[in-house]
């Protein structure tokens, strides 16, 4: 009987529309850092993330300066932001993780934790995109519109909000998230 049930309440969230999800989490996710080494998100539980799909050729390449500021301002607070470079958006991340890395630290001395490159949408997608663009947020839900996107996760792993390209890392609302996420 038990069985049926959650076949049936599958079956029926399926056809709702609605998204399943092994992940409860970023926490349950393991990626590659940008020097190929396994990295598991748990290592981040109870630490605020700034998730940023980042690119070195974009019109937003920019925003290094003040996500490497935020970085700094609150990281003895408990925020981590992580970089993942990807090449979704007309090409704007050929290099390799080599040279990204080299590009990084050299133009915009970074030192926030960065990843090895990945597919931010597309059938290629990253699996902690895919949980990332459909987790339910007040922000927007659906594939990354361009580089330099932002996901907010709270201590806990879970998606608090999402900020489109064109908001700043300094952004007055994106520092108040910050700062609320991290006084959670």
């Given at each position: 009987?038990?069985?049926?049930?959650?076949?049936?309440?599958?079956?029926?969230?399926?056809?709702?529309?609605?998204?399943?999800?092994?992940?409860?989490?970023?926490?349950?996710f393991?990626?590659?850092?940008?020097?190929?080494?396994?990295?598991?998100?748990?290592?981040?539980?109870?630490?605020?993330?700034?998730?940023?799909?980042?690119?070195?050729?974009?019109?937003?390449?920019?925003q290094?300066?003040?996500?490497?500021?935020?970085?700094?301002?609150?990281?003895?607070?408990?925020?981590?932001?992580?970089?993942?470079?990807?090449?979704?958006?007309?090409?704007?991340?050929?290099?390799?993780?080599?040279?990204?890395?080299?590009?990084?630290?050299?133009?915009?001395?970074?030192d926030?934790?960065?990843?090895?490159?990945?597919?931010?949408?597309?059938?290629?997608?990253?699996?902690?995109?895919?949980?990332?663009?459909?987790?339910?947020?007040?922000?927007?839900?659906?594939?990354?519109?361009?580089?330099?996107?932002?996901f907010l996760?709270?201590?806990?792993?879970?998606?608090?909000?999402?900020?489109?390209?064109?908001?700043?890392?300094?952004?007055?609302?994106?520092?108040?998230?910050?700062?609320?996420?991290?006084?959670?």
């Amino acid at each position: 009987m038990k069985t049926h049930l959650t076949l049936l309440l599958t079956t029926a969230m399926l056809l709702g529309g609605a998204t399943l999800h092994a992940e409860d989490s970023v926490h349950e996710f393991k990626v590659k850092n940008i020097e190929g080494k396994d990295v598991d998100l748990s290592e981040y539980k109870g630490k605020v993330l700034l998730i940023v799909n980042v690119a070195s050729q974009c019109g937003a390449t920019k925003q290094y300066d003040p996500l490497q500021a935020l970085y700094k301002k609150y990281e003895d607070k408990g925020l981590v932001v992580l970089g993942f470079p990807a090449n979704n958006f007309g090409g704007q991340e050929p290099g390799s993780d080599a040279e990204i890395a080299e590009f990084c630290t050299s133009k915009y001395s970074v030192d926030f934790p960065m990843f090895s490159k990945v597919s931010v949408k597309g059938d290629d997608k990253a699996p902690l995109f895919t949980y990332l663009t459909d987790a339910a947020n007040p922000d927007k839900q659906g594939d990354i519109g361009w580089n330099f996107e932002k996901f907010l996760i709270g201590k806990d792993g879970k998606l608090i909000r999402r900020f489109a390209t064109k908001v700043d890392p300094a952004n007055e609302d994106l520092v108040a998230a910050i700062e609320t996420a991290i006084a959670k």
